[in-house]
């Protein structure tokens, strides 16, 4: 099976604009969940989605949005960004299950100058 | 407030050797409880879990203690290889309610010397 895939990899935006972030999730799953990385921070939990309904959410600002698709595909949506936006972004997939693993994709680099 | 900890930033050990990762937790409601490991430049890599029904599970190399009165858990590996060389996250969740959510630590850097 293959993995989870997030494009793009790399990005580079300045203050004030907006960036959408893809994922694709390992066949078969239909939960996607999205974490923001940080050096001082760690792994950071943004949303979870489930059949195209959001199910958590964490402690993020409302710029940050998301939503699934059909085909459980994901996208991840960050509106008038900031510096301190600066971030791998992660997503993961999984079974949705509360016992079950998530898996993860390589993550997007997001850097905003 | 941070829910789960890993206090130890960095842990050096060497090739053959054991190396012990440890995690601790403050919410009595986390009922299970995942290792994974990070190299730079991917993403976390699932390494083994275990419900709180348990105390010990092992996977080859890998085997997880949990200690529930201490809200506890770590990692041993062993024995120890160069290409465990990387970052490890503790993570935890529960089942109650419609959380979905991991709880992820800071990390401890392992590196494993030749």
């Known amino acids: 099976k293959a993995g989870v895939t997030q494009t793009p990899r790399y990005l580079i935006k300045t203050r004030g604009q907006q960036v959408t972030l893809s994922c694709s999730p390992i066949s078969g799953h239909r939960s996607v969940s999205w974490y923001q990385q940080t050096p001082g921070q760690g792994l950071q939990f943004l949303f979870e989605?489930?059949?195209?309904?959001?199910?958590n959410k964490g402690n993020f600002p409302g710029r940050f949005s998301g939503r699934q698709f059909s085909n459980s595909r994901s996208e991840m949506n960050v509106s008038t960004l900031e510096l301190g936006d600066s971030a791998l972004y992660l997503c993961?997939?999984?079974?949705?299950?509360?016992?079950?693993?998530?898996?993860f994709g390589p993550g997007t680099r997001l850097t905003v100058l | 407030d941070q829910q789960v900890k890993q206090n130890s930033p960095s842990l050096s050990v060497q090739e053959g050797r054991i190396s012990i990762l440890n995690c601790d937790y403050t919410n009595s409601m986390f009922d299970y409880f995942l290792w994974y490991k990070k190299y730079p430049a991917e993403g976390p890599t699932f390494l083994i879990s275990?419900?709180?029904?348990?105390d010990k599970n092992e996977d080859g190399r890998f085997t997880v203690f949990l200690n529930k009165s201490a809200k506890h858990l770590s990692l041993h590996i062993v024995p120890s290889q160069p290409g465990d060389s990387a970052v490890y996250f503790c993570a935890a969740s529960f089942s109650g309610g419609s959380n979905y959510k991991l709880t992820f630590g800071k990390g401890t850097l392992l590196t494993v010397n030749p």
């Open positions: 993961a997939s999984g079974q949705g299950g509360s016992y079950n693993e998530q898996f």
């Open positions: 989605y489930f059949s195209e309904t959001q199910r």
């Open positions: 275990i419900s709180s029904i348990k």
